[in-house]
């Protein structure tokens, strides 16, 4: 029996006891489950599909990783999977939580020659660069820190006098974390400049569309 067939066997169980199927982290059982979608005579592909889509634990697991590297060769038209269009690609890994699903996309910028040099950061860590920066600019990253005291402290040590801080934030974690609050306790060294009216978040996904708002906040240093 394989790896795929005892997952089977055991989602049968786990539905005996009125669970749902455990979320796959095994990196072999995700190699399996690949294979089944690229055999298009296969019949476990279309159960196959559905794991791969719905049912593969994000975030640092050896069946993330496989699951990213998949979703590439998609991307970059190495593979062709019809029921999974590029932008659909693209989409499954934006919800993947980090670790290889944001190596996959910094490979894929670098080698469109979006950018020179790519790095994976985390800013609530202090960093040291040669050189102070005009702008520093965070789309999408607010959501995920934890402390805003680190997160500043590493701002004011890495920008420019004059410089300036543009970054986005969620409206519900906005009024969740009292973020006014905590961008005033800042302003000895990052003065606010403005911040937006609330704006819709990713209009064309449609895991948000209007449900969710973000406001645009640019800051300066002074």
């Given at each position: 029996?394989?790896?795929?067939?005892?997952?089977?066997?055991?989602?049968?169980?786990?539905?005996?006891?009125?669970?749902?199927?455990?979320?796959?982290?095994?990196?072999?059982?995700?190699?399996?489950?690949?294979?089944?979608?690229?055999?298009?005579?296969?019949?476990?592909?279309?159960?196959?599909?559905?794991?791969?889509?719905?049912?593969?634990?994000?975030?640092?697991t050896?069946a993330?990783?496989?699951?990213?590297?998949f979703?590439?060769?998609?991307?970059?038209?190495?593979?062709?999977?019809?029921?999974?269009?590029?932008?659909?690609?693209?989409e499954?890994?934006?919800?993947?939580?980090?670790?290889?699903?944001?190596?996959?996309?910094?490979?894929?910028?670098?080698?469109?020659?979006?950018?020179?040099?790519?790095?994976?950061?985390?800013?609530?860590?202090?960093?040291?660069?040669?050189?102070?920066?005009?702008?520093?600019?965070?789309?999408?990253?607010?959501?995920?820190?934890?402390?805003?005291?680190?997160?500043?402290?590493?701002?004011?040590?890495?920008?420019?006098?004059?410089?300036?801080v543009?970054?986005?934030?969620?409206?519900?974690?906005?009024?969740?974390?009292?973020?006014?609050?905590?961008?005033k306790?800042?302003?000895?060294?990052?003065?606010?400049?403005?911040?937006?009216?609330p704006?819709?978040?990713?209009?064309?996904?449609?895991?948000?569309?209007?449900?969710?708002k973000?406001?645009?906040?640019?800051?300066?240093?002074?």
């Open positions: 029996m394989n790896l795929y067939e005892t997952y089977l066997t055991e989602i049968e169980s786990r539905k005996k006891e009125g669970l749902k199927p455990k979320p796959i982290d095994d990196g072999r059982l995700m190699i399996e489950i690949i294979s089944n979608i690229k055999d298009q005579n296969s019949n476990n592909r279309k159960a196959s599909l559905d794991f791969f889509i719905y049912n593969v634990l994000p975030g640092t050896d993330a990783k496989s699951k990213s590297n979703l590439k060769e998609i991307i970059l038209s190495n593979i062709k999977v019809k029921e999974i269009s590029i932008d659909f690609a693209f499954l890994l934006s919800h993947m939580k980090g670790g290889p699903s944001v190596e996959v996309l910094l490979d894929i910028a670098l080698g469109k020659k979006i950018y020179t040099k790519l790095q994976i950061k985390n800013f609530e860590q202090l960093h040291h660069y040669k050189i102070k920066f005009d702008l520093i600019s965070l789309i999408g990253s607010m959501t995920y820190c934890k402390n805003f005291d680190k997160f500043f402290a590493n701002i004011n040590k890495n920008i420019k006098e004059k410089g300036f543009l970054f986005t934030h969620r409206i519900d974690l906005w009024e969740k974390q009292d973020f006014l609050s905590i961008l306790k800042h302003q000895k060294s990052l003065k606010i400049n403005k911040i937006s009216r704006l819709n978040y990713l209009p064309l996904n449609n895991d948000f569309k209007n449900k969710i973000i406001k645009i906040v640019l800051l300066q240093k002074y």
